[in-house]
């Protein structure tokens, strides 16, 4: 069994597993804020190809595609053997709900990890420390 990885900003590496649960994870989240998960398919041209490759909280799956959101616990179920040819790129992004509003930003967080685990063991493969 191999070491999970401890990634940093713009780092790559090869994906041997094609089923995977990626999870986002903050240490602590202030009362009453709340995150909104969303991914992104992007095509050749780094956009999204139509409104079916953009899954979110009103659209949690894209079962053809292989990706299920759980907007709760800010977790993906990705099978990338079944993401389509044209499908380039997957991002992940998070936002604060009513944050401009509430005037609240991801500097209240303390911290927030990124975790790849393979989808049938459950080992952590990655993980990645975000910069809040």
């Known amino acids: 069994m191999t070491e999970p990885k401890n990634l940093i900003a713009g780092q790559n590496f090869l994906l041997e597993n094609f089923d995977l649960h ?8 202030p009362t009453g804020l709340v995150l909104d998960t969303s991914v992104f398919l992007l095509n050749e041209n780094g956009k999204v190809g ?3 490759d953009f899954v979110f909280f ?3 799956a894209r079962l053809d595609q292989g ?4 907007c709760e616990s800010h977790k993906l179920t990705l099978h990338l053997q079944r993401v ?18 509430t005037g609240k ?7 927030m990890t ?14 990645f420390a975000l910069d809040t």
Not at 67 to 70: A, K, P
């Open 22 to 29: 990626i999870l986002i994870i903050p240490e602590h989240t």
């Open 50 to 52: 139509s409104d079916h």
């Open 58 to 60: 009103n659209q949690p």
């Open 67 to 70: 990706l299920e959101l759980d």
């Open 84 to 101: 389509g040819p044209a499908v380039k790129k997957i991002v992940l992004a998070m936002t604060i709900s009513q944050g401009i509003k």
């Open 105 to 111: 930003t991801f500097k209240d967080f303390n911290k």
């Open 114 to 127: 990124v975790l790849v685990k393979d989808f049938i063991t459950g080992i952590e493969i990655a993980s």
